[in-house]
């Protein structure tokens, strides 16, 4: 029995994604085939544009037969973090096969790159932090150390998130075979066209432009989406009512941050304005943003620590297959199967909690974005 493994955003769904799906099932011709999914927040330390929910069923819509929810505490993380989230919850539901999309389009490159790194780690690991020291940032401090190791590098977001894809597989002994095919598009393209970057989309969305023919379902961010820069008065204030002492004691507040957000706060009048203050030749962009987002939240360091032993399999949607795939491995899996939250907790569900409390800041009806949370059914019965 072959079952695919796919890691998705879908920040937002558009079809670049269905090609994805497709071509992965085309080249692993699985059984089922199984999603991790990002929650409230993503990877680049976003809100995603949209509900989990609804990104859940597009997935089911156009042949995904279950998604499993990549928990706050790993999809608001840096790649590496990100990347052994997604594929520890992945081995744990059994998958037998990863497939992604590239730019470089050839597998054999990052498993040559990946057991490089596996068979020098120490070495490895001692020129990013020399590297880091030097005041580079982290991915073009792995970068460094890549070349002087094997004299290869990798550049774009996706090629590093796929590269931490095969590093987690290859350094804990899965039996998953990993497969790559190349991107329909590049990353930083923000032309907008059938099939465009999720960056170009969102930004027509926030424009109120024309993102139709990117979309396989345009209508449903007519009605409300979700954009970091709406949390900059949050922000102002919890800054302005918090101490250095306190800020020094969130994830991802290091090296004298604190210092740098409560100077620049006082003198921002956007959440960009904001930003551009910390941007620096150290840190990303994203990685301010998921700062941001801890700030906001107020997750201490230790709380983020514990919460990351994740032992369970939160279930968002299935269809038919998805169901019964399930039914066959309750038995065997190890980590707990959670489809309703008042039957189950762990203290990643209540960071989750405080998660989906954050997204509803910026709805219209927070009221019913709390809901959900605890009474969502995720079985989608086929038509």
Not at 140 to 154: F, P, S
């Amino acid at each position: 029995m072959k079952v695919l493994g796919i890691v998705v955003e879908y920040n937002p769904f558009h079809n670049g994604h269905i090609y994805h799906i497709q071509k992965a099932k085309q080249i692993v011709k699985p059984d089922y085939t199984i999603a991790v999914m990002s929650s409230s927040f993503v990877q680049r330390g976003e809100p995603a544009i949209i509900d989990k929910w609804t990104r859940s069923h597009l997935a089911i819509e156009f042949g995904v037969d279950l998604v499993i929810e990549l928990p706050f505490v790993y999809s608001c993380q840096s790649a590496d973090y990100f990347a052994k989230g997604a594929i520890d919850l992945l081995h744990a539901i059994g998958i037998t096969d990863l497939c992604f999309g590239s730019e470089d389009g050839h597998i054999e490159t990052f498993i040559d790159i990946a057991n490089a790194i596996h068979a020098h780690q120490e070495l490895y690991d001692c020129y990013v932090k020399k590297a880091m020291k030097e005041g580079l940032r982290y991915p073009d401090a792995c970068n460094q150390a890549l070349i002087q190791i094997m004299h290869k590098e990798v550049r774009t977001p996706n090629d590093l998130l796929g590269l931490s894809y095969v590093k987690e597989i290859i350094s804990h002994h899965y039996p998953i075979t990993p497969h790559c095919f190349k991107r329909t598009n590049d990353y930083h393209d923000t032309h907008l066209q059938q099939i465009a970057s999720a960056t170009s989309i969102r930004q027509a969305i926030a424009k109120h432009q024309d993102y139709q023919e990117a979309l396989p379902h345009p209508e449903l961010y007519q009605n409300e989406c979700y954009f970091l820069k709406d949390y900059f008065p949050y922000l102002k204030y919890r800054l302005l009512t918090t101490t250095k002492e306190e800020l020094k004691h969130i994830h991802l507040v290091d090296e004298g941050l604190e210092n740098t957000m409560l100077h620049a706060i006082t003198y921002s009048h956007s959440m960009e304005e904001f930003i551009n203050h910390l941007l620096s030749k150290r840190y990303t962009l994203p990685r301010i943003q998921r700062m941001i987002i801890h700030v906001l939240m107020n997750n201490q360091k230790d709380e983020i620590k514990q919460a990351m032993n994740i032992d369970y399999l939160r279930i968002l949607a299935m269809n038919d297959q998805g169901r019964h795939y399930l039914s066959s491995i309750k038995k065997t899996c190890s980590y707990q199967i959670v489809t309703n939250l008042s039957k189950f907790s762990h203290p990643a569900l209540d960071i989750e909690i405080k998660a989906t409390k954050l997204l509803s800041l910026l709805s219209k009806d927070s009221e019913k974005i709390i809901k959900k949370e605890y009474a969502h059914i995720p079985y989608i019965k086929a038509n």
